[in-house]
């Protein structure tokens, strides 16, 4: 997670306002994801890193926010 608020600063150029709070019934300390199941069963590789796509989304919001005006 702080990877991707990491990104997302760098991406809009300004703080991001992040507020922490104790963890609930359910959450896990730590997870280990593996996409390595999912792209041999479904035969799909991701083709867009992470910097890419969150760049991507973040020109569509504001072309989408731009457009509501």
Known sequence: MNEVIDLARRL???????????TRN???PATHADL????RLL???PYVDLDTGM????DWLSSRQH???
């Open 12 to 22: 809009i150029g300004q703080p991001v306002l992040v507020e922490a709070a104790n």
């Open 26 to 28: 359910g959450d896990v």
């Open 36 to 39: 390595r199941t999912a792209q």
């Open 43 to 45: 035969d799909r590789q």
């Open 55 to 58: 760049a991507a989304q973040l």
């Open 67 to 69: 457009a509501a005006v």
